[in-house]
């Protein structure tokens, strides 16, 4: 993008916050080389480790405009990179909120990216989920069948040619099923450190993004939810009624063996909001002409279409 001017940053830091306690007792030591051609050092597992932390990447633009920092969090088997730059190499929503003004907050879940690993699973539990080259294509409404076959739904915008798939595949890492409950900590800590941001969270990243403003309704200005893969809790949904919510939906959903029954979950749980006095906007692309989006919209080739519908949607709150 030659003729775009360059991003002027006032600050550029990063810092990982979370995390606790957790002893380990009772293992056997054992002799390691750390290095071909080192001496062997006798490493010994018992001890205290530190599991859910979370790293964060903070840039501020010169100037900024927005009030309050926007975080931007990832979904399932991904990491911050994700809304970073796109498989086809174009800039991510990361730019594109710097860019308006926006104090940008890049974070990578736990366990996962720079957040680091532990001695999993004795700590976490579980057996991570990985992904094969396969696995996506169908599951996030990429095309059926295989990449291999390279067969994409008619107007597809993801970039889904070989060279680009295969780099968004090397970006996706193992997630675990049984680490939330350490994640919404982290996230906790996350805002806390931070102070009231703007939340934009992308399918699994929507659970936390609900979650975080029922636990913590003063450090969330407003969420953004793209294509959110789960919901709060109803119980709470009352702790909702100040914080207001964006959800956006993209195409191929209807034919899907998942995303209708999400769907339909989020926007009753939507519906469970407005009743309890909160507001809740809900996009479906399609319905308003923006066309062929797949579940990783951000990364989509119309990605600053809907980045833009994001960034218009938050102006009119003062955002």
Same mark, same amino acid.
């Given at each position: 993008?030659?003729d775009?001017?360059?991003?002027t940053l006032a600050?550029?830091?990063?810092?990982h916050v979370?995390?606790?306690?957790v002893?380990?007792?009772g293992?056997?030591?054992?002799e390691? !080389?750390?290095?071909?051609?080192?001496?062997?050092?006798?490493?010994d597992p +018992?001890?205290t480790?530190?599991v859910?932390?979370?790293?964060?990447?903070?840039?501020?633009?010169?100037?900024r405009?927005?009030?309050?920092?926007l975080?931007l969090?990832?979904g399932?088997g991904?990491?911050?990179a994700?809304?970073?730059?796109t498989? &086809?190499g174009r800039?991510?929503?990361?730019?594109?909120?710097?860019?308006?003004?926006?104090?940008?907050?890049?974070? &990578?879940?736990?366990?996962?990216?720079r957040?680091?690993w532990?001695?999993?699973?004795e700590e976490?539990?579980g057996?991570?989920v990985t992904? !094969?080259l396969? +696995?996506?294509?169908e599951r996030?409404?990429?095309?059926?069948?295989?990449p291999?076959?390279g067969?994409v739904f008619?107007?597809?915008?993801f970039?889904?040619?070989?060279?680009?798939w295969? +780099?968004f595949?090397?970006g996706c890492?193992p997630?675990?099923? !049984?680490?939330d409950?350490?994640t919404l900590?982290?996230?906790?800590?996350l805002?806390?450190?931070v102070?009231?941001?703007?939340?934009?969270a992308?399918?699994?990243g929507g659970?936390?993004?609900w979650?975080a403003?029922?636990?913590?309704?003063e450090?969330?200005r407003?969420?953004?939810?793209v294509?959110?893969?789960?919901?709060?809790l109803?119980?709470k949904v009352?702790a909702?009624?100040?914080?207001p919510?964006?959800?956006i939906?993209?195409d191929?959903i209807?034919?899907?063996?998942?995303?209708?029954a999400?769907?339909?979950?989020?926007?009753?749980?939507?519906?469970?909001v407005r009743?309890?006095?909160?507001?809740?906007?809900?996009? &479906?692309l399609?319905?308003?002409?923006?066309l062929g +989006?797949?579940?990783?919209i951000q990364m &989509?080739?119309n990605s600053d279409?809907?980045a833009?519908?994001?960034q218009?949607?938050l102006?009119?709150r003062?955002?």
């Amino acid at each position: 993008m030659t003729d775009t001017p360059p991003i002027t940053l006032a600050r550029w830091a990063s810092f990982h916050v979370g995390g606790r306690e957790v002893v380990v007792a009772g293992q056997a030591p054992r002799e390691v !080389t750390f290095t071909p051609g080192s001496a062997p050092a006798l490493i010994d597992p +018992n001890g205290t480790y530190l599991v859910g932390g979370v790293y964060a990447q903070v840039m501020e633009p010169a100037p900024r405009r927005g009030p309050v920092p926007l975080m931007l969090w990832h979904g399932g088997g991904l990491t911050g990179a994700c809304w970073e730059t796109t498989p &086809d190499g174009r800039e991510g929503w990361q730019h594109f909120f710097l860019r308006r003004g926006w104090e940008v907050v890049v974070s &990578d879940a736990v366990e996962r990216g720079r957040s680091g690993w532990m001695r999993i699973p004795e700590e976490t539990g579980g057996v991570p989920v990985t992904l !094969t080259l396969e +696995n996506p294509w169908e599951r996030f409404r990429i095309g059926p069948g295989t990449p291999q076959e390279g067969r994409v739904f008619p107007g597809q915008q993801f970039p889904a040619d070989a060279v680009s798939w295969r +780099n968004f595949i090397l970006g996706c890492v193992p997630r675990f099923t !049984t680490t939330d409950a350490l994640t919404l900590a982290g996230y906790g800590a996350l805002l806390a450190r931070v102070g009231p941001s703007v939340v934009v969270a992308h399918s699994q990243g929507g659970f936390f993004g609900w979650r975080a403003a029922q636990e913590w309704p003063e450090k969330v200005r407003a969420l953004v939810l793209v294509e959110p893969a789960s919901t709060g809790l109803m119980e709470k949904v009352a702790a909702l009624a100040r914080v207001p919510v964006l959800m956006i939906y993209g195409d191929f959903i209807a034919g899907d063996a998942r995303w209708p029954a999400i769907r339909a979950r989020g926007l009753e749980f939507a519906a469970a909001v407005r009743a309890a006095g909160g507001s809740v906007d809900v996009v &479906d692309l399609p319905a308003q002409g923006i066309l062929g +989006n797949s579940h990783m919209i951000q990364m &989509d080739r119309n990605s600053d279409v809907v980045a833009g519908l994001v960034q218009d949607w938050l102006a009119l709150r003062a955002l």
